[in-house]
């Protein structure tokens, strides 16, 4: 399974009663590009009554390695399209968080590598707390973080599976 990036414009009506177009991303666990546009789909209609304006603009395979999941999330149990959602709470936003690793070789030489953590946070500096309390316990290797940058991304949809596990970590960790 991998990430899919999605961008989205649907109609929505405004609190004043006018109509307004607005864009949406999401992320989505998925096998295809096809899957993850029409999860995308799936998602937007319950988001609208004007299910014909919804346009999927773009899919693009994410290099997201590792997403964090905590309490800035909403989560939907019921499962659509097989997958469950996240929403982010008011307030908060995903960030991803950029993390170098170094450790020594067998030659005694010091090698880099640089990953990127997905966080969902109330501000950069709270994601980059949360992360580093992620990494801090699990990582053997020193780790630096190196930025951090906030993302459009307003809902994330997992395979139930996925909820599963972090329903796990989320647990063992407290």
């Known amino acids: 399974m991998k990430y899919f990036k999605t961008a989205s414009v649907l109609t929505e009506e405004q609190p004043d009663g006018g109509l307004e177009n607005i864009k949406r991303e999401f992320l989505i666990e998925a096998i295809t ?28 395979k994410s290099k997201i390695s590792d997403l964090l999941f905590n309490d800035s999330f909403e989560v939907d149990k019921e499962v659509k399209h097989g997958l469950i959602e996240y929403s982010l709470s008011e307030g908060s936003a995903l960030y991803a968080v950029e993390v170098e ?74």
């Not at 995308?40 to 304006?53: G, H, R, S, W, Y």
């Open 101 to 174: 690793y170094s450790e020594e070789n067998d030659k005694g030489k010091l090698k880099k590598s640089k990953d990127t953590v997905w966080c969902p946070a109330v501000s950069p500096t709270d994601a980059i707390s949360l992360v580093d309390d992620y990494l801090h316990p699990i990582e053997q290797r020193d780790y630096e973080i190196k930025g951090v940058k906030y993302s459009k991304i307003s809902h994330v949809m997992v395979l139930p599976e996925t909820y599963q596990k972090h329903v796990n970590r989320f647990d063992s960790a407290a």
């Open 33 to 60: 590009f096809g899957d993850a546009e029409n999860s995308a789909i799936v998602f937007l209609n319950d988001m609208t009554n004007f299910k014909e304006t919804i346009c999927v603009e773009k899919v693009e």
